[in-house]
């Protein structure tokens, strides 16, 4: 059974047909016109195999040949192969299937979906292209080219045919990379930069060290495919490819279809299969075709144990010398760019695919289908992505919020404006401390430029005002350090360091060693959180030395810490110094903590002041009427409590909320 039928197609001739015979001469022979036929089966194609090879192997590549299409088309959709011929010579084919897509026929590439290897209808000619595609649009159903070449005549000529009558859409899709090939490539390494050439040799080097290279490229007999195959598919199983299950060993309709194609290109002279051996074992392989002058891999494959030596890398610089020797014209390497083939060239075939929907009922049908799977599948992933969004979005207002909220802890931007607020601190008796708070991004230099434009404001100052600095924000640098101690001693201003992490403390306290080895008569301050647990033993060591003390509840554990509950732990401190003749400022606006602790001092007749945050509202009277220390930071803003404590401690949003109001009034 022939299972094929004839396409009419609409052909302009002359209005009198009847050929004009001259006396005396035979009357001509007119042209045979193209007629188009719909292919249901191989079998009924089986006339015109030669000429289908021969058109291939002039204008496409092993995609369209017989060998894939059948492979393909294993226990898979049915054909419906558009072709044009004359007589028993083709001159143009579009290898198509039928494929139902939520329950509509169209018509789709062979292969393409499954292998996503570029395709494209094959014709001899431009006439015979245009009149492919007629008889392509007669089918009248839609039609899908997954990955066609992006410059292909096809696609014009597709839009001729179809002309009002389709919905015809062209997106873009993955490009695949290639060499134009000269006798240059003979040495491939030589295309290569001066590092993947370096690359290259020592991957040569190591691979030799192991034992034997060889290289084997072979166009097997029948008789010697099976083993080779075997073998071939072993060394993609030892691949990162059989960790993941995708190996041909391992996805065995893959692995049938390799070996069904593989047996045909065997048959017909054009398979090449490629191993880098060491000692003898494959630890390397391609799988490739020859034809049309061009080299196409199909498979690549290594074996991962082998990784130090590079092998993947070294078999392909032997088949692109091989394809150059053998006067080739490209070599294709197919599939989609990647990190691999960018070594060797950035030359791209970019690919489209190609939708046509003609408006007859199966062409709308599909087209209202996908319509309605791609308004879908943007919902799903709208939805998906609104938690993120939104979640996005509440994150950028909270630091928003937090930014306003913050000012209210500073005074303002520049040293101005911190010493307008000292100045008016000073009227009314208030002792303060001064301190610059660094943005992210300010170079050490800057930051130390800051600390000393703020030790030049303190000649005359009341002897109670002291700069705090914080040695992180210098960079640690020793000669930036010295060069602000100098000045403080110079001005006779107290130096002050802040504490930041645990992991900092270290580096700090060597620095404050040096800094009264060089200044001896410099007054020195340190910072100690009681929520580290170090802090106790800190104290002593503070002590020793004769520092003044900030202590501090500390709002910011380092990750992974054991701390103190807080409070305890800031008790605990006081109670260590606690006798020790050394003055401590107790830094809190927690006015029962602040009072316990102050008592604890006072009855060990330790020096003591209170010490509060600017902005966070108006210090009670100390016994005895003095008033606490208020300390002004200027610059950039942050907020003296973690807002990432907001979930475990939801009052703190309520505080959050009052200081952005308050920040808004200027409260």
Known sequence: MDDSKTVSLAVKTRSDPTPVVEA???????????????FLSLESVERYAESWREL????????????????CLHGGPRP???AISE???????????RVSRRGILSLEMIGVGDHFEPMDFVASDGAALQTLCAAVRSQNVAIRLGRLPQGSPTIPALRQAFGRRAVIRVSAQAA??????????????????????????????????????????????????????DEAFAVEERSWKGDEETSLVRDA??????????????????????FLRINGQAVAMQIAVQQSRRFWLLKVGYDASFSRCSPGMLLTRETIAYAASRKLLTYEFLGTCEAWTSVWTDRRRECVELTAYPFTPLGLAALVADGGASLLARSRKAARRLPRTLKSCFRGMVKSVVARAARRYIAGDSLAAALDVRTRLDQIGQPTTLGFWDADGDSPRVVADRYLEALESMQGAPAHAYLSIKLPSLGNSA????????RAAAVGARLHFDALTPESVETTQAAIDEVRKRHPSLAIGHTLPGRWRRSVADADWAAARGLSVRVVK????????????????????????AGKPIHVDIATHDEPLAKEAAAILKSAGTSFDRERLYGMGNPPLEDGGSRPRIYIPYGAAYLPYAVARLRKNPALGGRLLLDWIRSLLRL
């Not at 001469?25 to 007629?35: K, W």
């Not at 291939?56 to 492979?71: K, S, T």
């Open 24 to 38: 005396g001469r035979a009357a001509p022979v007119l042209p045979t016109l193209p007629s188009a036929h719909v």
């Open 554 to 577: 500390g709002q910011f554990p380092a990750a992974g810490t054991d701390d103190c509950p807080p409070k305890l732990g800031f008790l605990e401190v006081v109670k260590q110094l």
């Open 87 to 97: 007589t028993s010579y083709l001159r143009a084919f579009a290898p198509l299937a």
């Open 80 to 82: 419906q192969i558009v």
């Open 176 to 229: 695949a990379p290639w060499i134009a090939m000269d006798d240059s490539w003979q040495s491939p390494e030589t295309h290569l930069n001066s590092g993947r050439r370096s690359d290259l040799r020592r991957a040569r080097k190591r691979a030799d060290e192991v034992g034997t290279v060889t290289i084997q490229i072979v166009c097997p007999d029948l008789p010697q495919l099976p083993a080779l195959l």
């Open 479 to 486: 000669d930036l350090l010295n060069e602000i101690a100098t």
């Open 253 to 274: 309709d893959r692995g049938a279809f390799f070996r069904r194609y593989t047996n045909a290109a065997c048959r017909q002279g054009t398979l090449r299969i490629c």
């Open 56 to 71: 291939c192997d002039l204008h496409a590549g092993p995609m369209e040949q017989l060998e894939w299409v059948d492979a």
